[in-house]
């Protein structure tokens, strides 16, 4: 598998919180739930360091001689970073560091794949391309979005607005009913999406954080296969290019709604898979 990769924090003055990595046979990509100013997570590390060290150990976990299933793995990866950081660290608080996770694995003569909360994998292939994500946390949130929509990004009373509907979709954090994702408890590992597909046929694999995602599935500036054609031929950079673009055209929210100007970017894209 030849794996190309590119990734953008939202400044170069704060820490990128979405982590990337490969191997020959696999790929994983965790987007850090970033925490907006004033509100407090319990945990002394960080949403970066919560993404990064728990990506490298599901790399690990899934790439292992002896490993089970895409989802057994993250529930190891899950429950080895929770032993790392609780006796440290506050891990009932509701703001307890969370991630995204998308992780693919060739094995025999399949590609099998996880998705766990909102970032998103295209399977590219020339009959036609399929995306796959997974919508609890848009659907239970939604109901929600009422307490900053309307209000422009850096209006008076904004940021207020936003801290309280990140509070209030904590709570529906890991509930049945509610969404799920990479957090301090390692069950939400079976309530990813998950699956697998022949590696006949396919072309490529992409992973997206949804800062990359943005600019098919937030802004509708290209089709999904839009996106696969664009990243395929230009690359996964020239994808975050046009994302900052179309952010910096709108930094007020009035043409987008969205919770965040600008946010963390990160494509992964797999491409000459064989077994």
């Not at 003055?13 to 965790?30: M, R």
């Not at 307890?96 to 693919?104: I, N």
């Not at 900053?148 to 890991?174: C, H, L, S, W």
Request: net charge negative; charged share 20%; glycine share 10%.
């Amino acid at each position: 598998m030849r794996a190309v990769l590119a990734t953008a924090p939202v400044s170069p003055q704060l820490e990128n919180e979405d982590f990337a990595a490969v191997t020959p046979s696999a790929a994983v990509l965790l987007d850090g739930a970033g925490t907006p100013a004033g509100l407090e997570t319990g945990c002394v590390h960080g949403i970066a360091w919560y993404a990064r060290t728990l990506g490298t150990a599901l790399l690990s976990m899934i790439t292992a001689a002896d490993s089970g299933t895409l989802a057994d793995g993250l529930h190891a990866a899950i429950g080895e970073v929770r032993s790392r950081h609780e006796g440290t660290c506050d891990l009932s608080h509701g703001g307890t560091p969370a991630a995204t996770v998308v992780a693919t694995r060739i094995r025999g003569d399949e590609l099998e794949y996880l998705v766990l909360s909102d970032s998103v994998l295209v399977l590219a292939r020339a009959a036609g391309n399929q995306v796959v994500t997974d919508h609890r946390i848009e659907t239970a949130s939604r109901p929600h979005r009422n307490l900053f929509e309307g209000m422009a990004i850096g209006a008076p009373g904004r940021d207020a607005a936003f801290r309280k509907y990140i509070q209030t979709v904590r709570e529906m954090k890991n509930t049945p009913g509610g969404y799920w994702v990479a957090s301090a408890d390692p069950e939400a590992a079976h309530h990813a999406v998950s699956g697998s597909t022949a590696l006949a046929g396919l072309r490529a694999a992409l992973l997206l954080s949804d800062g990359a995602s943005r600019l098919a599935d937030l802004f509708g500036l290209v089709s999904w296969d839009g996106l696969v054609s664009l990243v395929l031929e230009a690359g996964p950079a020239e994808l975050i290019r046009q994302v900052r673009a179309a952010e910096a055209s709108d930094p007020d929210g009035s043409g987008w709604r969205r919770g965040k100007a600008v946010d963390d970017a990160t494509v992964v894209c797999c491409d000459r898979l064989a077994p």
